[in-house]
């Protein structure tokens, strides 16, 4: 039951809705500091490495949790990064949140995790018909 669970679809689902999640928490701690001085925005990043790692590898990398695990490699490179935009500074206080730039990114992540989410429900129904066809 536990592969079932774990195929490429459900795992490459999984990191998105984890990276989506993420950006999620930096946008809030953005709108948080708004007015905080010297506060630098943070931003998330995992499209551009999770599309890397389903062509290199048709799908997530498996992460080796045992010293038994063959062929296996860490899905570090699938992970998101958050980093701090320091490329600008928006304020004479160095605080870079743009109030309507950080609600734009939240709307277009809200939908995006919506429809991750929406994927992720699809497979698991088409799973769970396979197991009643039984």
Same mark, same amino acid.
């Given at each position: 039951?536990? $592969?079932?669970?774990?195929?490429?679809?459900?795992?490459?689902?999984?990191?998105?809705? $984890?990276?989506?999640?993420?950006?999620?928490?930096?946008?809030?701690?953005?709108?948080?500091?708004?007015?905080?001085?010297?506060?630098?925005? *943070?931003?998330?990043?995992?499209?551009?490495?999770?599309?890397?790692?389903?062509?290199?590898?048709?799908?997530?990398?498996?992460?080796?949790?045992?010293?038994?695990?063959?062929?296996? !490699? $860490?899905?570090?490179? !699938?992970?998101?990064?958050?980093?701090?935009?320091? !490329?600008? *500074?928006?304020?004479?206080?160095?605080?870079?949140?743009?109030?309507?730039?950080?609600?734009?990114?939240?709307?277009?992540?809200?939908?995006?995790?919506?429809?991750? *989410?929406?994927?992720? *429900?699809?497979?698991?129904?088409?799973?769970?018909?396979?197991?009643?066809?039984?």
């Amino acid at each position: 039951m536990g $592969d079932l669970l774990n195929d490429r679809a459900i795992r490459t689902l999984r990191y998105a809705l $984890d990276g989506l999640s993420l950006r999620q928490q930096a946008i809030s701690n953005n709108v948080a500091n708004l007015n905080t001085p010297g506060y630098k925005a *943070s931003r998330v990043s995992f499209e551009q490495a999770l599309q890397r790692q389903l062509q290199e590898t048709g799908g997530p990398a498996l992460t080796v949790t045992d010293s038994r695990h063959i062929g296996g !490699a $860490d899905s570090t490179d !699938a992970q998101a990064t958050v980093t701090q935009d320091t !490329a600008r *500074s928006m304020r004479l206080d160095g605080n870079n949140v743009d109030l309507d730039w950080e609600m734009a990114k939240l709307a277009e992540t809200v939908v995006n995790y919506n429809a991750v *989410s929406e994927l992720v *429900s699809m497979k698991l129904a088409i799973l769970k018909s396979v197991i009643n066809a039984r």
